[in-house]
């Protein structure tokens, strides 16, 4: 229940059109009900009079409680849904606000792409919380306890029935079946995501299959694992069914009863045989509205999922315990016997890492996929707190800052770069409002994207941009923000090499006072730098200038004798 | 195009088991109201006592455990069709999956496919586990009910029938008009949660710059406004169904008026006739209505079909293979006119050219130039649209799947390694049982023993999907491991066009040499080295062999080659 509380505060958020929709459905039901039970209360009495007012009232009352009946079912849905997706806008702000401020150690954290899509999908499935889950329960109950309420006039032993049957199928069955469902969804998820997992393998990995001759087992395992899915989803169905029937059973045996006493107190006269048509009809029409608690243990189980999830999300602990942040001025940074290891792996990414970026120097991390080179950057960037070593910056621990203060003083490029739906102009403004046209169209010069208008459209994520010239953009936003320490992830990949290289004078023209580190895959244009950092599983493997490294003939000339041997 | 309903009524026995439920519910329902009836009758009028209504009671009793059973086994029935349908299109879909020979060429569709194994197919539950069950209760209840309110009073009958098709004449008309509407929507519901996932993928970008806080305001008012969007194709939406709503409440209100005219001004019919029709008309117009209800849902189920569908009637050429066997040792190789066209897109163009035993042969051409898929043709991954490949003479359409394989290993440039231990996925590529020293050999001929050695578990580590927690380098020695486990006397290679880290580069080399003393190595090539080292090039250039020859032969003969060369090598100033 308590996964649950933090979206009842954003769906009670709503308080009109949820006070709207609940009026409005207690309406409709209520309506319901007594359209029924003055059909049977009139036609009783129609039996034994031959009044034409009897006729007329009848007539009346059905076109009244009818109209009224549909009309609020109407006015019902449309306040619900309107309560749903206002509620749905609040949680995305909401939990968008929790978020944000974890983000980047989230997301570098855990290498899953997937993480997010789960996030959007979660958020989605909660409109059902309202609809679904949270106010069918209240409207049965206000109904029910009208119409008990008003039979209790009558006969208290048959009100008292008809609350035994409220009982039943709005609160035990439901929450029987949503208690069962609780032990049982998971295994249909586990059954699920072995399906799904093995059958990505299967797809992945067809040439592999195929050569060694694996396929037809692989394609038994799977044709296994759809059976094993298939019974886990017909138990669930099948219990879907079964408290779908229980409910229906229970309601129609509740009229009986009612019927049974009603027609014991006729016979003793403790009621008046006029009545007794209303009574039944009155149970058979307040039970017809119990039909939407037959999906509220799937739905309660759905919601309940997503909101423990959604909130596990946001719970991580915030890290950054630092307030300071940094004077204004030269940057350097100092990492001393640094490692780090990735959850659930076992081998360091980075092993007693040490090395010296002195304020206004010029440094590249180069080496192959997979040696730490993205690693360090993040520890670079406060985004991954280290398991050993320390990170000094301007000689104080990079635990004192405050790891947005940090950020405004670093210029940032990384391998992929968000671009928003807009202009080029928005998109370069996030860097600095202040920002004037020409300075923007300068350093687009510089990037040499000075074709690109200023009111040129970009899509959503950049879309319309080739990997280069994203590429470029990046670059020219950073400059923009031509902060002290500039931190460059891969930056040039897609462009070519001789744009590449004047694009890196420029840079370093702008920033000759500034501290640089680039990481590269690529090996060209690292003549102009100050120090180039090799590194390979974790560790660094050599370091020194371009020339001194070239001399050396160690492993940075094995890797650039290599680059120069293959073709792209 | 799969027929929903046809794989539905396919199932003979399941339909008619639905049919006679439905038939005893329709049976139950008239009992129902029937014994309901009867007892009000019995004690309000007739001035029953007690015990002379009680076998009345327990009749009722009866009908009410009819109806439940029966509405329990058509749920029942729908769950189990449902699963029995869903497996059958799954087992069919990785059939097709399996068979189609480009699937080993493209990679780019898998995470489509998986959504199609899982999402499509689950979308069709709907159909058969609700629309179907609703169905045969629509065909046959409502029949039931109006057959009995005939014969007891005629009257209510017609009025029925007259008032009763409207329903669906309605439901058509709206549900046409809405469903248009309501597919955008749908699309743009998928649009707008697509740019929710946008902003949160740019969150990392906008921390960095101290934006996110802007963007919180953006995205309530997109959410806004989806909102206000959305509510208007609702609210006609419940519009319609308002109007249903008010078609059967007139029906039954004049169904009402007809009846306590004839009660109370005439009365020519008993309380009995009147409040039995009374309690079935409105069961009648529910049938209906839920009917609309279920309607929905297949609608649903048939989108995802017509997905399905697409994915079954693609075009499909089977590799063919025979019955030959393969004599051991490197085999000659003749590629004889050899073509692939693919739809209207990529052509490789006839290839003449011969490989002998134990040579070594790279093929080299820009991106694009079909170098990719001459390698699946020779490997026998794709069917060629002409010509053939013949070993030793033989066309490998003749020779044995299993025979083939047996002989061949091919390493990607991004190897595949599967959920399981580190020597699971170097004994995939074994042919015979092999001992634990055998393992540990191959993987130090492939220099990876060190490293798994490093590991606490060792070969038994576990390495996930793909891989991870492994470098590329890695990757391609576990790779070569399989190779120097598998012994084959043909090797595929397609070599890394990024430098890898230095020892793997070295172990690579070191490998294939090694390999091509055993057997015949067929390379896509980027390396200098590699190409010089081979005893054959095959140049392509816009999917034509355009040159064959040595390293100097081409370098004397071949314009292009040289210049390639000369690119290259004057890069290599230091």
């Known amino acids: 229940m308590k996964e649950l509380k933090s979206i009842f505060k954003l769906t009670i958020m709503e308080k009109k059109d949820v006070a709207l929709a609940v009026l409005f459905g207690f309406i409709a039901g209520i309506a319901g009900v007594a359209l029924l039970a003055s059909s049977g209360y009139l036609v009783s009495k129609a039996a034994l009079t031959s009044q034409m007012t009897t006729l007329v009232v009848m007539a009346a009352c059905l076109k009244l409680f009818g109209f009224v009946s549909a009309l609020s079912r109407y006015a019902e849905r449309l306040y619900s849904h309107r309560a749903t997706f206002t509620m749905l806008s609040n949680l995305r702000v909401s939990f968008f606000e929790r978020l944000s401020p974890l983000a980047p150690n989230l997301f570098q954290r855990y290498r899953s792409g997937d993480l997010l899509a789960r996030i959007v999908g979660d958020v989605e499935s909660l409109q059902n919380f309202l609809l679904r889950v949270f106010y069918p329960p209240v409207v049965l109950a206000i109904v029910f306890l009208s119409t008990i309420f008003f039979a209790s006039f009558f006969s208290a032993t048959v009100a008292l029935v008809l609350f035994i049957g409220f009982l039943l199928t709005v609160v035990v069955v439901p929450a029987l079946f949503a208690w069962q469902k609780r032990k049982t969804v998971s295994r249909t998820r586990a059954s699920r995501a072995a399906l799904s997992t093995e059958a990505t393998e299967f797809l992945y990995g067809f040439r592999d299959l195929k050569i060694y001759q694996q396929l037809e087992e692989k394609e038994g395992q799977l044709q296994r694992l759809v059976d094993a899915y298939a019974v886990e989803q017909r138990n669930e169905g099948q219990r879907e069914n079964y408290s779908q029937s229980a409910n229906a059973f229970v309601a129609m045996l509740v009229s009986l009863v009612v019927l049974g006493l009603g027609a014991y107190f006729v016979a003793v006269g403790e009621l008046e045989g006029l009545y007794l048509a209303m009574l039944v009809m009155l149970s058979l029409a307040v039970f017809e509205n119990v039909t939407p608690m037959a999906v509220f243990p799937a739905y309660y189980e759905e919601s309940r999922k997503a909101a423990s999830r959604l909130d596990k999300v946001v719970e991580e602990p915030v890290q950054n315990e630092g307030e300071k942040g940094l004077q204004p001025g030269h940057i350097g940074i100092t990492l001393k016997d640094v490692s780090y290891t990735y959850p659930q792996e076992e081998r360091p990414a980075l092993n007693n890492v040490s090395l010296n970026l002195p304020p206004g120097s010029k440094t590249a991390i180069v080496g192959p996929s997979g040696s730490g080179k993205s690693t360090l950057l993040q520890v670079l960037l406060h985004i991954l707190q280290t398991d050993s070593g320390s990170v000094l910056v301007n000689g104080e621990d990079i635990n004192h800052f405050d790891q947005e203060k940090l950020w405004s003083r670093t210029n940032v490029v990384l391998q992929e770069n968000h671009f928003f739906f807009g202009t080029i102009r928005s998109n370069l403004a996030i860097a600095s409002e202040e920002a004037t046209d020409e300075q923007m169209k300068s350093v687009l010069e510089k990037v040499e994207l000075d074709a690109f208008p200023l009111s040129m459209k970009v899509e959503e994520k950049g879309q319309n941009l080739s990997g280069g010239e994203k590429q470029r953009l990046a670059i020219a936003r950073a400059m923009l923000k031509g902060e002290a320490l500039w931190l460059l992830d891969e930056p040039v990949s897609s462009i070519d090499s001789m744009t590449a290289k004047s694009i890196y004078s420029r840079l370093f023209e702008q920033g000759k006072e500034d501290t640089f580190v680039v990481i590269s895959h690529d090996l060209s244009g690292l003549e102009q730098l100050d120090q180039i950092i090799v590194m390979e599983q974790g560790r660094i493997v050599e370091m020194g200038s371009y020339k001194n490294l070239m001399e050396r003939r160690g492993y940075f000339y094995g890797l650039k004798k290599i680059e120069k041997s293959v073709f792209a | ?574």
């Open chain 2, 1 to 574: 195009m799969i027929d929903l309903k046809q794989m539905a009524f396919e199932r003979k026995n399941t339909m008619a088991l639905l049919g006679t439920a439905s038939v005893l519910k329709g049976l139950a329902i008239i009992l129902q109201a029937l014994f309901f009836v009867w007892v009000v009758d019995g004690v309000f009028l007739k001035g029953d006592s007690f015990e002379t209504v009680l076998p009345l009671l327990g009749g009722l009793f009866g009908a009410i455990v009819l109806r439940g059973f029966c509405g329990y086994i058509l749920g029942r029935t729908g769950v189990h069709l449902a699963t029995e349908i869903k497996s059958e299109l799954r087992k069919r879909l990785i059939r097709s999956f399996a068979t189609n020979p480009l699937q080993a060429a493209s990679h780019g569709q898998s995470g489509k496919k998986v959504s199609l194994l899982m999402d499509a197919v689950d979308e069709v539950d709907g159909f058969f586990s609700k629309y179907i069950p609703q169905m045969m209760q629509t065909y046959t209840i409502p029949l039931m009910l109006l057959a009995v309110i005939f014969y007891q009073h005629w009257a209510t009958g017609l009025i029925i029938l007259i008032t009763a098709p409207f329903i669906p004449v309605f439901m058509a008309i709206v549900g046409k008009r809405t469903k248009v509407k309501a597919d955008e929507k749908m699309e743009q519901l998928g649009q707008f949660s697509g740019t929710f996932l946008d902003v949160l993928q740019g969150l990392t970008t906008l921390n960095l710059y101290g934006q996110a806080s802007k963007q919180k305001q953006l995205i309530q008012k997109n959410s806004l406004a989806f909102r206000d969007a959305t509510m208007g194709v609702l609210k006609s939406a419940f519009l319609s169904s308002l109007m249903l709503e008010y078609i059967s409440m007139l029906g039954i209100g004049i169904i009402a008026l007809e009846i306590g005219l004839r009660l109370v001004v005439f009365q020519n019919i008993t309380f009995f006739t009147a409040f039995f029709m009374m309690l079935l008309a409105p069961d009648f117009f529910n049938m209906l209505k839920d009917f609309g209800g279920a309607f929905h849902t297949a609608r649903g189920s048939m989108a995802a079909a017509k997905l399905l569908s697409a994915e079954f009637s693609k075009e499909e050429h089977k590799t063919e293979w025979g019955q030959e066997v393969l004599s051991s040792g490197p085999p000659h190789i003749q590629l004889d006119e050899l073509a692939f066209q693919y739809g209207d897109g990529f052509a490789l163009h006839p290839v003449q050219a011969e490989i002998p035993p134990f040579s070594r042969v790279a093929i080299i051409g820009k991106s694009g130039s079909g170098k990719t898929t001459l390698m699946h043709l020779i490997a026998g991954l794709l069917p060629p649209s002409e010509g053939t490949v013949k070993i030793n003479g033989v066309p490998r359409e003749e020779i044995s799947e299993k025979a083939w394989f047996d002989q061949l290993s091919y390493i990607s440039q991004n190897p595949y390694l599967f959920a399981g231990t580190i020597k699971e996925n170097i004994t995939i590529g074994a042919t015979a049982e092999v001992t634990h020293e055998e393992v540990v050999k191959a993987a130090e001929k492939a220099g990876i023993a060190e490293m798994v050695a490093s590991l606490k578990k060792g070969f038994d580590t576990e390495i996930g999907e793909a891989g991870r927690g492994l470098s590329g380098g890695e990757k391609q020695r576990i790779a070569l491991a399989r190779a120097f486990l598998k012994k084959p006397s043909i090797i595929l290679f397609d070599e890394p066009t990024t430098g890898l880290d230095l020892q793997t580069e070295q172990i690579l080399q070191d490998s294939m040499e090694d390999l091509a003393k055993t057997s015949t190595v067929i390379t896509i090539a980027h390396r200098l080295h590699t190409i010089s080292q081979s005893d054959l090039i095959f140049f392509l250039s816009d999917g034509r062999l355009s040159a064959v020859g040595g390293h100097m032969e081409l370098i004397e003969n071949y314009s292009p080659y040289r210049e390639m060369v000369a690119v290259q090598q004057g890069g290599v100033a230091e």
